[in-house]
């Protein structure tokens, strides 16, 4: 059972169950292709730190090869937002799939797992149907779920953030 526990424009949190895992999502509208969008965060992730170094500090890759399911990468970060500490995530790719431009990262270290359970991020993108090419585009959705350690841990409203902010400016990069 999925109930719908609060909508803000395209930011909505659910209540999954009558578990304690929560699942908030945003989604943007981009003018470049979804191919595009898509590709850059399956193939070139590790551009994420040139793209965006104010916020994401440095990447490695701790398992596999950064790409394939069972992979594992480590990030250094900054939320934006918050203090500039520096912070750590170990994410492992939980799955792929490249019909529907959908992948799902799972957090397996690092200071997020000291707050949550469990942090699962699945990024959709979708191109948009119109048929004017002139306005063509994509839509890119970023569902997270995650179960708080306790109850007085805030929202991930911070990390919805990020994924908003480096989507619409991935979008705008990748038109130059």
Not at 67 to 95: A, C, D, F, N, Q
Not at 99 to 114: C, H, K, M, Q, Y
Not at 167 to 174: D, F, N, R, V
């Amino acid at each position: 059972m999925v109930r719908t526990f609060l909508r803000l424009g395209l930011f909505t949190l659910v209540l999954i169950g009558m578990s304690q895992i929560v699942g908030a999502q945003v989604e943007t509208e981009l003018k470049c292709s979804a191919d595009k969008f898509y590709n850059l965060f399956r193939h070139n992730m590790m551009h994420m730190t040139t793209i965006f170094p104010q916020n994401f500090k440095s990447v490695k890759i701790v398992k596999g090869d950064g790409k394939s399911v069972g992979s594992i990468r480590e990030w250094k970060y900054v939320l934006p937002g918050t203090s500039s500490k520096v912070m750590m995530v170990k994410e492992i790719v939980k799955s792929v799939d490249e019909d529907n431009r959908s992948i799902t990262f799972s957090a397996v270290g690092g200071e997020l797992l000291s707050q949550y359970k469990s942090f699962d991020v699945t990024m959709t993108v979708t191109p948009k149907n119109v048929d004017n090419i002139e306005e063509s585009g994509s839509k890119v959705k970023w569902w997270i779920q995650y179960e708080k350690r306790t109850e007085d841990v805030p929202s991930p409203d911070a990390y919805i953030g990020l994924a908003s902010h480096v989507t619409k400016e991935l979008g705008h990069y990748l038109l130059q």
